[in-house]
Each structure stands twice: as structure tokens, then as C-alpha cells.
T-cell receptor, first 113, second 112 residues
């Protein structure tokens, strides 16, 4: 099992460019999440998908869109990148049940110039 | 608004020197408090979930405890491989979708 995988690992964008961050999990988990991590601020939830076919906003959704393509894949899109979106992005997944443990991917380091 | 504050921001320990990390939280009803470990350049790795005041969980040199307002992560006789950033997160009782509020973390460095 690869767990949660993310591509790319690193990306540099110019202001105004668009890109999609990919996330996939092979653990048959129902729920998936996108977070961003900035120095001194901890992880903040951008969007989540409680199950295939549903998505909802988290704490910091502005400037982002998501797609839950199927049970395995959850992508995050930046339509017009801004320097404020420079961050490390983590995808996570969680199995159905009462434990609420989340499993994280290795992250994507994004720089917007 | 739910809030999680971790202290200290950074901690430098000698190998074998035990210490504790603090996680203070404000939440309108707690469903669970989570501890994660994060190594540089990697994603967080789950350590513990605590559900109610008085609960304790242990894993190797780590022990997590919970009160109504804070949680402690005790590191007993740490080794250099315990060097990492430790993250605390809470889930409100009103949430059933796994929406977590994270603290900023405590960076721990253990020197030989």
C-alpha cells in the first residue's frame, strides 16, 4: 500500500497561473481533506470531501476549488495563483468509523512569485 | 471559535532529559484531541487520540494525557530519533466529518 500520494512534490508558479494538485489514496477511505501549512500557523483546512460525490468548504477556501473524482482521488485547483497561496499543501484521508484518525500524504511545496 | 495553543514553540533537550509539551484548547464540547508527529519535509503521522478528561495513552517514550482544558505530551528519556515537530489538534463534538483545528506545533530537538 502506498497510502496517500501527492503530485507534484514541488511547484513554482507565476502570479495568475493556474494548476491542479493531485491526491490519491489506496486505503479505501471515504473522507479526504486538503490542508495548507504555513510557518507559525499550523495546518488549516481548505476543503474536505466526506464521501465520493460531496465536497465542502473548510476554514480557508477562497481562491481554491476541489474535485472528488472518485473514491480514490481528490484534487485541489488554483485558478489564478497569488503569492499569498505560497505554502505547503497536504492531502489527508480518513476511514469510515468512529476513530477520526487522518492519514497524511507527503505534501506539495508551492511557491507563487 | 475553536482554538488550540501549543507551548513551547521550540524545545531543545539532551538525550535522556525528560520533558512535557502543552496543548491548551478552547472548544464547545470535545469529540477528540489528537497528537501527530511531523518530521521535516514530511506529512504528519498520527500518534494518539484522547476522548475524555483523565484519559492517558502511551507509545514507547511518549505519553499523552488530557484534562478539560489542556493536554500534555510527556517525552520520557528522549532519544535523537524523537526529534520532530509535535502537532496537537481538536475535533469539536458538533463535528462528525473529521474537521480538525490544529495548533502551530512544538519543534523538539534531542541532542546526543
Amino acid at each position: 500500500n502506498a497510502g496517500v500520494t501527492q503530485t507534484p512534490k514541488f511547484q513554482v508558479l507565476k502570479t495568475g497561473q493556474s494548476m491542479t494538485l493531485q491526491c490519491a489514496q489506496d486505503m479505501n477511505h471515504n473522507s479526504m481533506y486538503w490542508y495548507r501549512q504555513d510557518p507559525g500557523m499550523g495546518l488549516r483546512l481548505i476543503y474536505y470531501s466526506a464521501s465520493e460525490g460531496t465536497t465542502d468548504k473548510g476554514e480557508v477556501p477562497n481562491g481554491y476549488n476541489v474535485s472528488r473524482l472518485n473514491k480514490r482521488e481528490f484534487s485541489l485547483r488554483l485558478e489564478s495563483a497569488a503569492p499569498s497561496q505560497t505554502s505547503v499543501y497536504f492531502c489527508a484521508s480518513m476511514p469510515q468509523g468512529a476513530s477520526y484518525e487522518q492519514y497524511f500524504g507527503p505534501g506539495t511545496r508551492l511557491t507563487v512569485t | 471559535e475553536d482554538q488550540v495553543t501549543q507551548s513551547p514553540e521550540a524545545l531543545r533537550l539532551q538525550e535522556g532529559e525528560s520533558s512535557s509539551l502543552n496543548c491548551s484548547y478552547t472548544v464547545s464540547g470535545l469529540r477528540g484531541l489528537f497528537w501527530y508527529r511531523q518530521d521535516p519535509g514530511k506529512g504528519p503521522e498520527f500518534l494518539f487520540t484522547l476522548y475524555s478528561a483523565g484519559e492517558e495513552k502511551e507509545k514507547e517514550r511518549l505519553k499523552a494525557t488530557l484534562t478539560k482544558k489542556e493536554s500534555f505530551l510527556h517525552i520520557t528519556a528522549p532519544k535523537p530519533e524523537d526529534s520532530a515537530t509535535y502537532l496537537c489538534a481538536v475535533q469539536a463534538a458538533t463535528d462528525s466529518w473529521g474537521k480538525l483545528q490544529f495548533g502551530a506545533g512544538t519543534q523538539v530537538v534531542v541532542t546526543p
